[in-house]
């Protein structure tokens, strides 16, 4: 009867120590770099985010990146210009689907983000790593017009303690602005457009119409809750 109940015991912890792991793998706490402020978010759930950057008619065959302990991998081979992925860069965390020109010249960022992450690199190290490699030709501008999608209403400021924040929901297209100003373009914030940095890989920001915007955050919301709770991001009531 004793070992009868030992085997049971056994069985009972041997399925509770898989599910916890089961959860540790799919994202519940996972760190990427063991670095609070790159999160691992379960499989399905970034391949969702991923794509909400996208417009609707272009999700279904977009390629999707996803972040696992070793970095970004294809989740899903599409078959248009368009890749889609959850970028991590200095603690933000944003979905952004880009065309080829930006799938060619600016997506690599965030894969050699992750990896300088792996190797101990900080933020601060990382960000001087990429200008110089501007600088020295190894990375390149955009090299002709092209459109990047960022129409989620979600992004979100990690901290080096993993503490959460939100940002104010601003879905908008983005027209690669190599090296522009606000000047150039006659930009401001809060205008119809502006540059986001300026740089090589600035920005010609526009953001959507107000009512659009409102329809966006409506049909996000289900997608919203899930992501804040696996981030650990609690809005304040």
């Given at each position: 009867?004793?070992?009868?109940?030992?085997?049971?015991?056994?069985?009972?912890?041997?399925?509770?120590?898989?599910?916890?792991?089961?959860?540790?793998?799919?994202?519940?706490?996972?760190?990427f770099?063991?670095?609070?402020?790159?999160?691992?978010?379960?499989?399905?759930?970034?391949?969702?985010?991923?794509?909400?950057?996208?417009?609707?008619?272009?999700?279904?065959?977009?390629?999707?990146?996803?972040?696992?302990?070793?970095?970004?991998?294809?989740?899903?081979?599409?078959?248009?210009?368009?890749?889609?992925?959850?970028?991590?860069r200095?603690?933000?965390?944003?979905?952004?689907?880009?065309?080829?020109?930006?799938?060619?010249?600016l997506?690599?960022?965030?894969?050699?983000?992750?990896?300088l992450?792996?190797?101990?690199?900080s933020?601060?190290?990382?960000?001087?790593?990429?200008?110089?490699?501007?600088?020295?030709?190894?990375?390149?501008?955009?090299?002709?017009?092209?459109?990047?999608?960022?129409?989620?209403?979600?992004?979100?400021?990690?901290?080096?303690?993993?503490?959460?924040?939100?940002?104010?929901?601003?879905?908008?297209?983005?027209?690669?602005?190599?090296?522009?100003?606000?000047?150039?373009?006659?930009?401001?914030r809060?205008?119809?457009?502006?540059?986001?940095?300026?740089?090589?890989?600035?920005?010609?920001?526009?953001?959507?119409?107000?009512?659009?915007?409102?329809?966006?955050?409506?049909?996000?919301?289900?997608?919203?809750?899930?992501?804040?709770?696996?981030?650990g991001?609690?809005?304040?009531?």
């Amino acid at each position: 009867m004793r070992s009868t109940r030992a085997v049971w015991l056994a069985i009972v912890l041997m399925f509770a120590l898989s599910a916890a792991s089961a959860a540790q793998s799919a994202g519940d706490g996972a760190r990427f770099a063991q670095s609070p402020q790159y999160p691992l978010l379960p499989r399905a759930l970034e391949i969702d985010l991923a794509l909400s950057a996208a417009p609707k008619h272009l999700r279904g065959d977009a390629t999707v990146w996803v972040l696992d302990q070793s970095g970004y991998a294809i989740a899903r081979k599409g078959g248009n210009a368009f890749a889609c992925v959850v970028s991590r860069r200095a603690g933000d965390l944003f979905p952004v689907c880009w065309d080829a020109e930006g799938t060619r010249s600016l997506l690599p960022l965030d894969f050699e983000d992750a990896r300088l992450r792996l190797s101990g690199k900080s933020g601060a190290e990382i960000e001087a790593i990429e200008m110089e490699r501007f600088r020295s030709g190894q990375y390149h501008a955009p090299s002709r017009a092209g459109v990047a999608y960022m129409l989620s209403p979600m992004r979100y400021r990690i901290d080096e303690h993993g503490g959460v924040t939100r940002t104010t929901s601003s879905p908008h297209l983005m027209f690669y602005g190599p090296n522009l100003t606000d000047t150039d373009i006659g930009g401001a914030r809060g205008a119809f457009v502006f540059i986001n940095r300026v740089g090589p890989d600035g920005m010609m920001i526009v953001p959507v119409g107000q009512k659009e915007r409102e329809a966006i955050v409506s049909d996000a919301q289900p997608l919203i809750a899930q992501v804040e709770q696996a981030i650990g991001y609690h809005p304040s009531r």
